[in-house]
C-alpha cells in the first residue's frame, strides 16, 4: 500500500554507464516531481510532470531524461553517468501542480564509482 | 543562490518542551511555505504550511510563524515528542516550484 514508491533503493555504477530510475504513485495524482540532494543535503527540483506534461525543468543537463509513460509513472533515465552525479533521487507526486502537500517516495541513493 | 537557508544544522531539546526551527528567504515571490519532516531512509512528509497572506497557522502541536517584513518563518513544536526527533526541512513555493533549505537535524532529550 505504498503512495509512492521508487526502485531501486540503491543504485551504485561505473562513470559512463546508463541507468534509469523508476518511480510509481498510487495515489491518483496528476503531478509527479524529481528532486535531487546533493551533498550539502539541499532538496532541488529537477523536473515535473503534469498529466504526463512536462511543466517543469530546471537546468538540468540533458543527459537526464525523465518519461512519463502515464500519469502514475515517472522514469528517470540518466546517461553518460559523471561522478557529480551521485547523489540521493527523490520522486514526490501532488493532487495538482499548485498543491504545497507533496508527498515523496523513500528515495534512490546513487553512487557513481 | 540558496533562496531559502536554515543556520541552524542541529537542535537538541528535552522532551515536553518547545522545539523551535527557524528558516529565513530572500525571494519576495514565495506564495507558499513549507515544513516537510524526514526520517533516515524514508522521504520527506509533509508537515504544514503557510500562505504568504497569513502570519500563523497551527496544527496541533506544530504551529507556523511568517514574518514577510523579516522574510522569516518559524516552526513550534510544543510540546515536543521522542517521535519529533528527524530533520526538518524548510520549503518555499513560487510558480510552482518548491525551494528547500539543507534541513535542521532536531533531536528530543528523554
Known amino acids: 500500500d505504498t503512495a509512492v514508491s521508487q526502485t531501486p533503493k540503491y543504485l551504485v555504477t561505473q562513470m559512463g554507464n546508463d541507468k534509469s530510475i523508476k518511480c510509481e504513485q498510487n495515489?491518483?495524482?496528476?503531478?509527479m516531481y524529481w528532486y535531487k540532494q546533493d551533498s550539502k543535503k539541499f532538496l532541488k527540483i529537477m523536473f515535473s510532470y503534469n498529466n504526463k506534461e512536462l511543466i517543469i525543468n530546471e537546468t538540468v543537463p540533458n543527459r537526464f531524461s525523465p518519461k512519463s509513460p502515464d500519469k502514475a509513472h515517472l522514469n528517470l533515465h540518466i546517461n553518460s553517468l559523471e561522478l557529480g552525479d551521485s547523489a540521493v533521487y527523490f520522486c514526490?507526486?501532488?493532487?495538482?501542480?499548485?498543491?504545497?502537500?507533496?508527498?515523496f517516495g523513500p528515495g534512490t541513493r546513487l553512487t557513481v564509482l | 543562490d540558496q533562496q531559502v537557508k536554515q543556520n541552524s544544522p542541529s537542535l537538541s531539546v528535552q522532551e515536553g518542551r518547545i522545539s523551535i526551527l527557524n528558516c529565513d528567504y530572500t525571494n519576495s515571490m514565495f506564495d507558499y511555505f513549507l515544513w516537510y519532516k524526514k526520517y533516515p531512509a524514508e522521504g520527506p512528509t509533509f508537515l504544514i504550511s503557510i500562505s504568504s497572506i497569513k502570519d500563523k497557522n497551527e496544527d496541533g502541536r506544530f504551529t507556523v510563524f511568517l514574518n514577510k517584513s523579516a522574510k522569516h518563518l518559524s516552526l513550534h513544536i510544543v510540546p515536543s515528542q521522542p517521535g519529533d526527533s528527524a530533520v526538518y526541512f524548510c520549503a518555499a513555493r513560487n510558480d510552482y516550484k518548491l525551494s528547500f533549505g539543507a534541513g535542521t537535524t532536531v533531536t528530543v532529550r528523554a
Open positions: 495515489l491518483g495524482h496528476d503531478t
Open positions: 514526490a507526486s501532488s493532487q495538482g501542480a499548485d498543491r504545497d502537500d507533496q508527498f
